[in-house]
């Protein structure tokens, strides 16, 4: 009787069921009360106890079997499509497709400026010490950055969270692998208080250019080349005397406002220009400090604010939005992630 159980199974598994018709023949031959399992059953009653257990046990399994081959097929042709259980004109569940964030496709959009002008791309560490942030830099040691107010210092008071970008110039001249042209996003902080306009951390770009003959012409053209592009070929920018430790001279760079075209709006404040960014000549004392020699060398750096440039730029009146995460805010990026 065994080996007769073992040659159902492998029937039952061979049977082909490919429509309602052979489901039934399947049913007739194996699971209904006059199919062959219920037979096997019957004569099951007639084995002594001995062998009751064992082939008992293996009725079960081929029963089982049978069972689940009818039940899987039976649920497969009852789907009555005819009922239509979709409604093919309902609208589908929109998969929303992330974006980037706003400093994102802004810092992008600055990459590719300056990656078409031959600029690298160069990055440094968050947490920078006193020498590449401040004295390589020739900040005084009474300058009001270098109090706790205004930086964030770790434990050791010899290193600090960078306060600008402007420490990667530093490490990147050091490393004399002269010329250079490059620009070097990132994170800084300062510890400041949380508003509307300021925060703790935010984010530069600084950029830098080491070479042989380079002139305050350059950095204008270049600043005036960069604006254009980012701006609209309209802006026009304006050089503003002014004082970084770092640089001599120093001039903080106005634009245009791209908003009203420079007839006064609340953006420019009515004054039909707005900040960008503060730029100069790197002071000799600085290629000094990085072992350059300022007699055969010169160069120019500025710094500018990503934040600061996508709030002008998409009229962004709140910087903390920025680092919410707030999907409402964020999903509305959507378009410009695209380009
Ligand atoms: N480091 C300055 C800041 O954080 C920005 C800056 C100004 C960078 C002038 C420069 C520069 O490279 O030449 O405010």
């Keep these: 009787m065994q080996d007769k159980i073992l040659s159902l199974l492998t029937e039952i598994n061979d049977f082909e069921i490919i429509n309602k018709e052979t489901l039934e023949q399947f049913k007739r031959n194996y699971t209904s009360k006059k199919g062959i399992i219920t037979t096997l059953f019957e004569e099951l009653k007639q084995l002594d106890k001995s062998e009751k257990a064992l082939i008992g046990k293996s009725l079960n399994e081929l029963k089982r079997r049978a069972e689940e081959k009818e039940r899987y097929y039976q649920e497969k042709f009852e789907t009555n499509y005819s009922r239509e259980p979709y409604d093919l004109t309902l609208k ?49 040691h009474n300058h009001p950055a270098r109090d706790m107010q205004d930086t964030f210092f770790l434990e050791n008071p010899n290193y600090l969270l960078r306060t600008h970008t402007s420490s990667v110039q530093v490490r990147l001249m050091e490393k004399k692998e002269l010329p250079i042209r490059a620009i070097m996003p990132g994170r800084v902080y300062r510890n400041e208080e949380i508003t ?63 908003i009203c075209g420079g007839n006064g709006c609340s953006v420019c404040k009515h004054s039909g220009w707005v900040e960008i960014l503060g730029c ?12 350059i020699d300022p007699e055969q060398y010169s160069g120019y750096a500025f710094g500018l604010g990503i934040e600061r440039i996508t709030m002008l730029l998409h009229k962004i009146t709140d910087i903390r939005l920025m680092d919410q995460n707030d999907i409402r805010f964020l999903k509305q990026f959507h378009y410009f992630s695209l380009s």
């Design 92 to 140: 589908g569940i929109t998969q929303s497709e992330g974006s980037r964030h706003p400093i994102q496709i802004t810092l992008h959009k600055i990459i590719k400026i300056f990656s078409e002008m031959g600029f690298q791309i160069a990055e440094g560490p968050e947490i920078e010490d006193d020498w590449h942030n401040f004295t390589a830099l020739n900040f005084p």
């Design 280 to 291: 100069g000549m790197i002071d000799p004392q600085v290629l000094i400090n990085c072992n």
């Design 196 to 258: 509307a306009r300021s925060h703790c951390f935010f984010h530069q770009v600084e950029g830098l250019v080491v070479d042989k003959k380079v002139s305050y012409a350059d950095l204008k053209q270049t600043l005036e080349w960069f604006v254009q592009k980012l701006f609209g070929r309209d802006t026009k920018i304006r050089l503003r005397s002014s004082y970084f430790p770092f640089t001599e001279i120093s001039a903080e760079v106005d634009i245009t406002c791209f």
